[in-house]
């Protein structure tokens, strides 16, 4: 059937060439010229992208079934081998597009190890209609990356405060390899693909421009990745719309809305929904840019009927012209305001995240009192950071202080996600829920979260407290030469801290419940204009304390055993809960074979340890081989 599909379009394309060629003669020439009216056009791009994989470890968990070595092909993220875009116009200003996409584990012929040619995203048709009262883009088909405002539809996005050593497969290539290490060292961004910052929808679109009075507008209806239905059967829905207004060159407001509901059984009787409505205000100053978003929502299904809830997102930058630019946030989401598809975490309402076979965790996340770095939002919380920008020549510094606490109380638990390894884990079990020796790991998109049980509870099995939290971010960026080769440094510490009362800093100590403490060193050489060398370090180090989950070895253990050899009683303690300590060592390369063509090598030896708790113990090193191919 697919093959015939395959005949039958590609018949259809040639038909459409030769329908739409006409001919002329050359001048002073017998011959005739063949060519398409320019009404009309196809065209095609895409990539080809080959990942080779090998992982050896030394020791492993007792239930990872003894496997130490593991040799693989592909991506386990649905990024496709071979991808083929398709996009074509017609006369009538139709648009459409379509991306074929297959993989191959290269494994033999058998069904089982190869895929056919599919479609990845699926077909999407577009068109455009212009009229007195503004233009209208419309578009339906496959899945599309929306983005609305922070509080309805969008990716979650932070500070760029991260180790490059890690490339994302989906990441555009650059010009030449030192490009990537450059622009982030003078912008701080790195592309991360179209999916960063975005959700997937699938439906109808609808954007109008150039509207009466300065208006605009944009939304969807149709279905999202997120707010699923449990019985993949039955049926769930999506539907946001933004109005914008320009009221001035330096005044914008804009209303948001958004309504999501998802069958809960096979009869349609139950459901899950929520509603909400938001406003915006962006204002711009000579120095400074202030962005504001007020929020409503409602959440209810069968069992709970949270009422309405308030939300308000505030940042207030200064201009980067000024000496020292800062970056004020403040931000309060209620426990009742739950949206799966917005920029910030929920923890208030588990039962947003199905666990739907195939899916996962890419849906249900569910976070119970997060411990996040500066710029990650988390619903049932509030509080503010501070962030600053300094030059000085050739070295860049930047940083910021947040301090947040919990609006009301919550489950016995805490999370935390891994800024060392988190990759590394992520691969060795994709997409899991409470895998690991003690089930407290949790993989996500190409991440691990760590989940914490606290005995201090109520009767109801809440936390017998609300929860305290603050983080302390700096990163170092600094270029040079040596030879007449650029070279890019740069170096990010991360503190962060969960404690029972309101402090200025985090702490690190046994009267905090959870402190994270981690360092990464990133060193980029630029060998010649095709190649760069890049060299990583990264060490973390996570401790608990006695109301904190207990390991199971007898004795209790230094947390640091530097200072326990000096005889430095004051900077070290003995302990029976978290000690984990995770370090990772990364060699690679980037290589451009031709103008559209590179390489990509990383090889890193990481450690996953916890003398506290025994099993705990993970050690090897893995290499990863990428070849892509832009056509």
Same mark, same amino acid.
Request: proline residues 5%; charged residues 20%.
């Given at each position: 059937m697919r093959g015939s599909f395959l005949i039958i379009f590609f018949m259809w394309a040639v038909s459409s060439f030769s329908q739409d060629t006409i001919?002329?003669?050359? /001048? *002073?020439?017998?011959?005739?010229?063949?060519? =398409?009216? /320019?009404? %009309?056009?196809?065209? $095609?791009?895409?990539?080809?992208? $080959? +990942?080779? *994989?090998?992982?050896?470890?030394?020791? %492993?968990? /007792?239930?990872?079934?003894?496997? %130490?070595? %593991?040799?693989s092909t592909g991506d386990a993220y649905r990024e496709p081998m071979l991808l083929l875009k398709i996009n074509g116009i017609t006369k009538d200003n139709?648009?459409?597009?379509?991306? @074929?996409?297959?993989?191959?584990?290269y494994k033999g012929t058998a069904s089982q190890f190869s895929q056919d040619l599919t479609l990845n995203l699926g077909l999407n048709l577009t068109t455009s209609i212009t009229t007195n009262i503004g233009n209208f883009n419309i578009k339906s088909g496959g899945v599309s990356w929306y983005r609305q405002s922070r509080l309805t539809v969008w990716?979650?996005?932070? $500070? #760029?405060?991260?180790?490059?050593?890690?490339?994302? /497969?989906? !990441?555009? @290539?650059?010009?030449?390899?030192?490009?990537?290490?450059? =622009?982030?060292y003078n912008s701080g961004l790195v592309d991360q693909g179209i999916r960063y910052g975005s959700r997937a929808f699938q439906g109808i679109f609808l954007q109008g421009k150039k509207l009466p009075f300065n208006f605009s507008l944009k939304g969807v209806i149709g279905k999202s990745t997120f707010n699923r239905s449990i019985i993949e059967s039955s049926d769930n829905f999506t539907g946001c719309f933004n109005i914008k207004n320009t009221l001035s060159d330096s005044l914008k407001i804009a209303y948001n809305y958004l309504s999501s509901w998802a069958d809960l059984d096979s009869l349609s009787d139950d459901n899950r929904s929520y509603v909400i409505h938001t406003f915006e205000l962006d204002k711009k100053w000579k120095k400074i840019h202030a962005q504001m978003e007020l929020g409503l929502g409602k959440y209810q299904d069968p069992i709970l009927n949270l009422g309405y809830g308030e939300a308000i997102l505030l940042s207030i930058k200064t201009a980067k012209s000024t000496k020292v630019p800062l970056n004020f946030q403040l931000y309060r989401i209620s426990p009742q305001f739950v949206n799966v598809t917005g920029n910030f975490l929920n923890t208030s309402v588990l039962e947003v995240f199905p666990n739907i076979e195939g899916i996962g965790t890419t849906v249900r996340t569910p976070y119970q009192s997060p411990m996040v770095g500066l710029g990650y939002p988390v619903n049932n919380r509030q509080g503010g950071s501070i962030n600053a920008d300094i030059d000085l020549g050739k070295l860049k510094l930047n940083g910021g202080i947040g301090i947040f606490a919990e609006i009301d109380t919550s489950n016995a638990k805490l999370s935390y996600i891994h800024n060392v390894n988190s990759q590394t884990l992520s691969r060795i079990y994709v997409f899991a829920q409470n895998w690991g020796p003690y089930n407290a790991l949790n993989s996500t998109y190409r991440g691990v979260f760590e989940n914490v049980n606290i005995s201090d509870t109520t009767s109801n099995g809440l936390a017998n407290f609300k929860?305290? *939290?603050? &983080?302390?971010?700096?990163?170092? =960026?600094?270029?040079?030469?040596? *030879?007449?080769? &650029?070279?890019?440094?740069?170096? +990010? !510490?991360?503190? &962060?801290?969960?404690?029972k009362y309101l402090t200025p800093t985090p702490i690190i100590g046994k009267k905090a419940l959870i402190s994270q403490f981690s360092q990464e060193i990133d060193f980029s050489l630029e060998i010649n204009k095709k190649t760069s060398l890049i060299l990583s370090y990264g060490i973390e180090k996570i401790l608990g304390n006695s109301s904190t989950d207990i390991g199971d070895n007898l004795e209790a253990t230094s947390t640091n055993s530097f200072f326990e050899k000096l005889g430095l009683k004051n900077l070290y303690r003995y302990t029976y809960a978290r000690n984990q300590k995770n370090t990772l060592l990364g060699l690679g390369f980037d290589y451009k074979i031709a103008q559209n063509a590179m390489v990509f $090598?990383?090889? #890193?030896?990481?450690?996953?340890?916890?003398?506290?708790?025994i099993e705990n113990h993970l050690k090897g090193w893995e290499s990863i081989l990428e070849l892509k191919i832009n056509f």
């Open positions: 001919y002329q003669e050359k /001048p *002073f020439s017998s011959n005739i010229l063949s060519f =398409k009216n /320019p009404s %009309t056009s196809i065209s $095609f791009s895409g990539y080809y992208r $080959f +990942l080779g *994989f090998v992982r050896n470890q030394q020791e %492993t968990f /007792p239930n990872n079934s003894g496997k %130490t070595v %593991t040799i139709i648009a459409f597009g379509a991306d @074929l996409m297959i993989n191959s584990l990716g979650n996005r932070s $500070f #760029n405060r991260i180790s490059i050593f890690e490339r994302r /497969p989906q !990441t555009p @290539l650059n010009v030449i390899p030192n490009d990537r290490y450059s =622009k982030y929860k305290f *939290f603050n &983080n302390i971010e700096f990163q170092a =960026k600094y270029n040079n030469k040596i *030879f007449g080769k &650029n070279y890019y440094m740069f170096y +990010l !510490t991360r503190l &962060n801290s969960c404690q $090598f990383r090889l #890193n030896k990481y450690q996953y340890i916890d003398p506290n708790f």
